[in-house]
């Protein structure tokens, strides 16, 4: 079972235009992200897939002896569209490939997290579809930028919500979980989940995982710890970044 990781890298953010562009301790944000990405050595290969020559061109550019693919998408109307695109262009065998979706905003992406996914997926060949989650902090727990998600028994996820969830009608008995948005794939059930029309409740939350859960496919959430919650989503994000990076965070 061979594993790769693919980083969406899209120049037309809406919050921050060129994002992966931007310099962060003086190189790309996406130079990071991929350097993060190669360390996770159960890994067979990483991709960078974007739809921007310039996004490419730096890439292909910082990493020259390395192997790190750069495939050119065309119009996506979700991340999971990208993804389907990148792994169709390349030379794997789909029936035997897990896709591990690292997103091209997260520079301290933690390369053990990475090789839990692709641990669980090829030790458990009955896995769909894996992803991260982390002990929820107090203060995040009404906010809707915070993805939660609870689990059952054997660690498939029952449901992910904008909501804290679950309910503590009594005072808390569980630790809740924030999602960490770096998901684990079969590649046939990527190519398959991309095909699929959007859920009802994937609208409702705006959470594109829903749309599996709502397919009947289970989702194996693994609980990391020692998680860098910085990702670049604003110009705010990236001098928040430059701090931690200068010990003042």
Not at 187 to 208: C, F, R, V, Y
Request: overall charge negative.
């Amino acid at each position: 079972m061979k594993s790769i990781i693919i980083i969406p890298a899209r120049y037309g953010s809406t919050r921050f235009l060129g994002k992966p562009l931007a310099l962060l301790k003086g190189e790309p944000v996406i130079v990071h992200v991929v350097r993060a990405a190669l360390q996770a050595k159960s890994a067979d290969a990483v991709c960078v897939a974007t739809d921007d020559q310039r996004i490419a061109e730096t890439v292909s550019s910082n990493f020259a002896n390395d192997v790190v693919n750069v495939v050119m998408t065309g119009e996506c109307r979700t991340g999971t569209d990208r993804l389907a695109q990148a792994v169709q262009s390349l030379n794997f065998d789909l029936q035997n490939l897990v896709v591990v979706n690292v997103q091209g905003d997260e520079p301290f992406i933690n390369s053990h997290h990475i090789e839990s996914l692709i641990d669980v997926m090829q030790s458990d060949e009955s896995l769909q579809m894996a992803t991260l989650a982390t002990p929820l902090p107090q203060h995040l727990t009404s906010d809707p930028n915070v993805v939660k998600v609870v689990c059952a028994q054997n660690g498939n996820a029952l449901y992910f919500s904008r909501l804290p969830i679950p309910f503590a009608r009594d005072g808390e008995t569980v630790t809740r979980l924030r999602h960490l948005g770096v998901y684990a794939y079969r590649a046939d059930w990527l190519l398959q989940m991309a095909n699929l029309p959007s859920t009802p409740l994937e609208e409702t939350e705006k959470l594109e995982q829903l749309r599996a859960l709502e397919n009947g496919v289970a989702i194996r959430v693994v609980t990391v710890e020692n998680v860098i919650d910085i990702a670049i989503d604003t110009p705010e994000d990236l001098q928040r970044a430059e701090e931690y990076l200068a010990g003042k965070l």
